[in-house]
């Protein structure tokens, strides 16, 4: 990959992979990158699962990875008669949320997509803010937010009618992961991670194509493209637990390139081991899929809101 002009008009420069690449020949290599993993993991699912692929939502925050990401599922599904159709969340964050929402409208609006939203008030009876008042969580706020996300976006997909769900996790996100769940020794969780290759009754499986992109790529291709995003980190965002995988991250890609692809690869390697992930289990509670017999985290954190 590469032009004449590469080096003379660079705007990249890939450490781990050492190419040097002008805007042109970004484009070309980032736009088959990305459609290259969402094909292969689309075939994948309908290869394991003997399904045709006829609805496709796509989780929506308005933030820069989830608007590529709707872009390159645009350009995926082209001619192919599959719909697209936008899942938002509103976790009621004051400040934020109504500013990147209004993003993902307008990017679904030009591309003709239409988008709904959910809220965590319709969802528990209360926003975000206020559950962190009258239930303030011993750790950060991802914890329960992102409980809540999931279970949030798995309903939309499922009253949607959607076959598959596309998410804009990128490189640093999926890598930080998959570090966590090897820090924690939690093989068990990462086979379930996503892209999902099989269908299990009452969760929508959820694909990821940007998941070998590196965050500061997708941010210079959303810029370069004029693509309308929201650029801002979530108020709650800074006591995460993540955040130290992400420095941790960071500081090995810094001195030995490459080390966030290699956690994919490795992971993958993981699962070729694993014919298929244990099925998932109605909650005896709610009836959502959950991972054990027990009730799931849902019901046991915020049953007293939905009662």
Known sequence: MGCKHCKDNPVISRRYSGEVLCKSCFFKSFEKNAQKELRKQVNLLIKNSNIEIKKIGIGLSGGKDSTVALHVLKSYVGER?????????????????????????????????????????????????????????????????????????????????????????????????????????DIARLSRMAPHKYIQKGFIPRLLPLRRLPEQEIYLYSILKEMKFHDGDCPHSGGAQRNTFRDILMKLEKEQPGTRHSLVNGMEKIRENISKPEDLMPCPTCGEPSGSPEPCVFCREFATFVA
């Open 81 to 185: 008669n599959i719909e697209i159709i936008g899942l938002s969340v509103d976790e009621g964050i004051a400040n934020y949320r109504s500013e990147s929402l209004n993003c993902a409208a307008s990017e679904c609006k030009k591309l003709g997509i239409k988008l709904e939203i959910f809220s965590y008030k319709e969802l528990i009876g209360i926003t975000l803010g206020e559950l962190l008042i009258e239930k303030p969580p011993q750790g950060s706020p991802c914890s329960p937010c992102g409980i809540l996300r999931r279970r949030s976006l798995n309903q939309m997909a499922n009253k949607s009618n959607v076959d598959c769900l596309i998410l804009g996790h990128n490189l640093d996100d999926f890598a930080q992961t998959v570090l966590m769940n090897h820090a924690r020794g």
